[in-house]
């Protein structure tokens, strides 16, 4: 009988409890176009963490035999004007896409989050004067400022990655993060907890990082996202401009700039597989930042 | 050159032609009328010749002004005079006297004097503060300009300058009033008064330089064209506007696939004609920086570059195109092929070339070495960059190319902020003292810009420069070029190959291996259009 017993209390204390779902799956059943995208980026980061092992070629060697080759088993994207294999300098790519897009959306927001966040908090004057000066850097356009600061600042290298063009990119994104998170932090800031630890006597820094930062993190990892793909665009722009990333590095803005103007005519595949690759990239952070936005904002799920 | 209206199918099936023959164009009578429209890739920077070597001066400036000399049109590099009805040199050839045209007219009416010549020329030897002079180098060997009479001046020389006549035909030493020089010595930088074949029109920076024919223009029936426009655009735009005979011509030069796309769009109206160019990349290292200060360094890069493989194929991408030395190859003071591939880096066997240089950098201490290859951001230089890249990583060695803008490259070239650069040099003229001037130390040349000193090095090229026979002069040459080599502070990586594509109603105009001449536009007409 107690055997009995226990099989019939046992299911009931379970039904009791919340169900609890695999976060990923539940993500994947919500938004399943967020889910794509997030495919997309798993693709990407996949390929630029094992681009050595994936790639067939290596992208910097020039191939001379090769010159313009038109997609073929040997190169399934075909090559360039030097007869360097596109697909392996698609994959390389998305390493600099990737690490630029990400440290430059990463500080960007970091930063702006801090400075939005700070400005709810103390209001007044100090929030005013910030605001103002967030609409002042507001005014310029993204790509025109970050061509500005590209410019201003030249280039530093470090393992093969440009500094300057990391920070050129995050700067234009540090006020537009700020703007957003400041809306967020200001009802957090309402919050009596805030109070308490104001009159618990903890300095302003303890209270902004300690108690309002985490509670802001959800529009902070939305525009994560978002601006990853703002980022990506911006190094691929600033590449084709020339004040990106230099040749012979592999990456999608340049792969698009100097000789494939040249020779687009003859060689269409020169400019649309990292054409292709952009779009794709930007594409998929663009659908799983919406989804995210949308799976973490209690106001779309109800 | 070979002048000609040629299809694609032609273009590709001759791969060489553009051999150099002194036909001037003249298919048909030429007529009078018309304006000519062509495109100029940059600003002009200051509208004073003097002062300047870019093209972008050059193009637009040329038509207003006369030199004393010149190169003959379509015979170069055959010497006339210009102003100068005719010359003569001492015996000793330490004096050179110059009978002028009479009645040649500056645009406001005056007439041109010896003292204008004098007054010129004088500026340029040795100018007086604000002016600066771009060609006061070339003039160090001329200690007094004299003037007996309004129509005669004299040169005297401190020594013997074999490459004076070619100086004295430069298309940079344009004739000034003397009057306005006196008034205000910066008078050229920002007016435009000569004797040339046009008036100065007007200017809008950024869009367009136009001039309009001078009928008082000392050449009888001269010029042909109303006037000329030239238009400021990108070279991607310059195609385009060509293919859709918005413009007429470009004098610069297009890459071969550039050329090819013209030549479908135009067909039967495109001419393209093509010659070797007297400007040549080069691979500049910094010898006041560690490790370039070591010669075994230096000369393992040299080394590393497969010159010939890398001519045979860039040359089907790129402007680049022929291997040579430090004077321009095909002409009379090159190198031929056997005894380039004498010099370090020339040899064909590329793969006891890089053992070679494998060996030097190991016996250097320098087997990991990694650096910065400052570049400009233009092509060809960024297609340069990526071979210099790729073949020095062959040999191990690691470079981080670094891309800037115009004056980032100028002003690290300047300031010797560069541990390695690609660099490039171009003159009006092969003559030896022309073109290696930029390989003698830096104490000697501004344009010297790998910083080292080489007494050896400028013994050789002042012996050249006072050589008056040429045969022992070429041996001169040659002897240059083996030190220059061996020792590496600059050395050429490849030469210029020059495709210049227009319309072919543009007639009268003279190919040449330098685009700073034959740029006057006197003996241009344009040819009505096909119907």
Known sequence: ?302 | MTQQDVSRRAVLAIPGLGALSGAAFAQGTPQRGGTLTFAVAAEPPTYDLHQTGTFAVMHRVAPHYSTLLCYEPGNYPNIVGDVAENWQAAPDLLTYTFRLRPNVRFHDDTILTSEDVRASYQRMIAPVPPVTSNRQPAFSQIAAIETPDPLTVVFKMKKVDASIMDTFASPWNSIFSAARLAQDPNFPVRNVMGTGPFRFVEHVAGSHWVGQRFDGYFREGRPYLDGFRAITMSPSAMVNALSGRQILAEFRGFTPNERDRIVRALGQDARVQESSWMLHMLLTMNNEKPPFNDVRVRRALSLALDRWGGSDSLMRISQLGEVGGMVRPGSEWSATRAEMEQWPGYGRDMAANRAEARRLLREAGAENLTFTLMNRNHQPYVTCGIFVVDQLRQIGVRVEHQQVELAAWYAGQGSGNFQVMIDSFTQFSDDPTNVLVKYISFDRAEVAVARATDRELDALFDAQAEEIDKAKRKQLVRRFEARAMAEAHTVPILWWQRIVVMNSRVQGWSMAPTHMIYQDLRDVWLAPERR
């Open chain 1, 1 to 302: 009988m107690s055997a009995v017993t226990t099989a019939t209390t046992l299911p009931a204390a379970a039904l009791d409890r919340p169900r609890r779902r695999n976060p990923v799956l539940a993500f994947i059943v919500a938004q399943p176009l967020g889910a794509a995208g997030l495919f997309v980026i798993l693709a990407m980061g996949t390929a630029a963490v094992f681009a050595e092992m994936i790639a067939p070629y290596d992208p910097e060697t020039i191939d001379f035999a090769a010159m313009l080759e038109a997609p073929s088993w040997a190169h399934p994207f075909g090559t360039d004007a030097f007869g360097r294999d596109i697909l392996t300098r698609i994959i390389y790519g998305a390493r600099t896409a990737l690490t630029i897009g990400f440290f430059s959306s990463f500080i960007g927001c970091t930063l702006g989050g801090l400075l939005g966040t700070a400005s709810a908090y103390f209001g007044g004057l100090a929030d005013l004067i910030i605001q103002r000066f967030v609409d002042v850097i507001l005014s310029f356009p993204i790509i025109v400022l970050a061509l500005v600061v590209v410019a201003v600042m030249g280039k530093t290298s470090l393992a093969g990655i440009d500094l300057n063009l990391i920070f050129a990119i995050a700067i234009p994104i540090v006020p537009r993060a700020a703007r957003v998170v400041r809306s967020a932090a200001l009802s957090v800031r309402a919050m009596p907890y805030i109070d308490a630890a104001r009159a618990g006597g903890y300095s302003s820094g303890y209270i902004i990082l300690r108690h309002m930062a985490p509670n802001v993190l959800a529009p902070f990892l939305i525009l994560l996202t978002a601006y990853v793909a703002q980022a990506i665009l911006l190094e691929a722009s600033l590449s084709f401009l020339g004040l990106g990333v230099s040749e012979p590095k592999p990456a999608w803005g340049l792969m698009l700039a100097g000789d494939s103007s040249n020779f687009y005519q003859e060689a269409p595949w020169m400019i649309l597989f990292p054409g292709l690759a952009i779009s794709l990239a930007v594409f998929a952070f663009n659908l799983f930042g919406d989804s995210l936005r949308d799976w973490l904002d209690p106001k779309f799920n109800s």
